[in-house]
């Protein structure tokens, strides 16, 4: 199989997947115990935590292992519950592990206003501002797009309401190992990781915590993490994800330059056999390797039908939306009509993608428009 649709998962790295057998069979022990065993199953994760600490320029014990982006995220938000603030700010093109939640906690009292953004997918800053009221208790928007790949001010968001003394979450599952991340940079108090984005295990995430004061327990039963996240740990999870954060972090400007290679190349051959396509997003501030296009007259449904027949996986935008052939939001809310919407593929690309797969769908294309 050609695989390009490595923003909905990767495949888990070889160092991973290895260590990943070992400690399955090895280090089975419950991290709580104190005998010896559990005792080393707790330093194993100790030094995972460290490793995820690190790719993100913060300290250990800022970082707290969850099952996914999804939770880290969920983590975040329902704790507005608890807040004296209940309004969250977020962008119109969050994903739905950012606006479903905001919309299911609605029930209890939260209300909500979500900040346009351009027709490259860019936050309107001053717009997101305009939206901050006596009783906005929290600031949520993504690094980086799922779909289009735009990536976001941060920073000078940040900058603008740390004056006002407003908690601010970035949702950086599709960032890691593609751009840099460092949290003290960013200038967040939260944000969202998630392993098998950057080659590691499905089922384990992490969220970094600037003060653990500021939030309480999501899932309540034991004391792990630190009393903010009961259940027994997933230790071959974690170990597995701080390996694959210490390579991501490691690999950072060869796997961008490679990522970016690979994507002017597919995009100077689609050029030499269409020109009925539009690129979306913005593409001067993006993702390397992440492309999302619109081919006049096409529908994405039936050009990913015609290219799975060809052993070849692309996407129409967020795997977390499969089987929806419903116009995607993100793309509505950059201005994207319905045809166009209905008419995108998007395609990323990886670490271990080369020119001559590249040349493989060049040449699928080709046969299908």
Partial sequence: ????????????????????????????????????????????????RKQVADAIGAKSDQIFFTSGGTEANNQVLWNSIENDKKHIIASSIEHPA???????????????????????????????????????????????????????????????????????????VQALGKIPVDVTSLGVDYLSLSAHKFYGPKGIGALYIKNKKTLKSFIVGGEQESGLRGGTENIAGIIGMGIAAEIAAKDLDSCYSHLKHLEDYFLAKLHSISSSFIRNGNSNNCLPGLISISFKGHKSDVLMAKLDRKNIAVSNGSACNTGNIKPSNILKEMGIGDDLNLSTLRISFGKNNNEKEIDKLIEALKEIL
Wanted: aromatic share 6%.
């Fill in 98 to 172: 950012v606006i479903r939640v905001i919309n299911k906690i609605r029930s209890f009292g939260i209300t909500s206003s979500l900040a346009p953004v351009d027709k490259d997918g860019t936050v309107d800053i001053d717009s997101a501002l305009k939206l901050i009221n006596d009783n906005t208790g929290l600031f949520s928007i993504m690094l980086a797009n799922n779909e289009v790949g735009t990536i976001q001010p941060i920073k000078k968001i940040a900058k603008k309401i740390t004056r006002l003394n407003i908690p601010f979450h970035t949702d950086a």
């Fill in 1 to 48: 199989m050609l695989y390009f649709d490595n923003s909905a998962t990767t495949p888990i790295h070889p160092e991973v997947a290895e260590k990943l057998d070992y400690i399955n069979r090895e280090h089975y022990a419950n991290p709580s115990s104190i005998y010896n065993q559990g005792r080393k199953a707790k330093s194993l994760i100790e030094n995972a």
